[in-house]
């Protein structure tokens, strides 16, 4: 089960329904990302999906995955590289 973060809904209702983003659509990317890595920073995970431009940042408990928030950028690769170079997501 996918559930959601109080940040993301607010986010959600914000600023990324603007850009067509919505709640099954971050489901979409937890589930089947097109890259999955693990922030060593947070110890959370970070789910990619490149043709939204979009990372998803949850956390497993249990069965369950909890969207605590997500990034979408234009400019996402480079932010990608960026943190995979730092060591932060790996």
Same mark, same amino acid.
């Given at each position: 089960? #996918?559930?959601? &973060?109080?940040?993301?809904?607010?986010?959600?209702?914000? %600023?990324? &329904?603007?850009?067509?983003?919505?709640?099954?659509?971050?489901?979409?990317?937890?589930?089947?990302?097109? %890259?999955?890595?693990?922030?060593? #920073?947070?110890?959370?995970?970070?789910?990619?999906?490149? %043709?939204?431009?979009? #990372?998803?940042?949850?956390?497993?408990?249990?069965?369950?995955?909890?969207?605590?928030?997500?990034?979408?950028?234009?400019?996402?690769?480079? #932010?990608?590289?960026?943190?995979?170079?730092?060591?932060?997501?790996?």
């Amino acid at each position: 089960m #996918v559930r959601f &973060s109080r940040h993301i809904v607010e986010k959600l209702a914000k %600023e990324l &329904s603007r850009m067509s983003i919505t709640e099954e659509l971050l489901k979409e990317v937890v589930d089947s990302p097109d %890259e999955a890595l693990f922030d060593s #920073v947070t110890g959370r995970y970070v789910a990619l999906k490149l %043709e939204h431009s979009l #990372v998803v940042i949850y956390e497993r408990r249990n069965e369950d995955k909890f969207i605590i928030t997500a990034i979408y950028s234009s400019r996402l690769e480079e #932010v990608i590289q960026r943190r995979k170079r730092s060591g932060r997501w790996i």
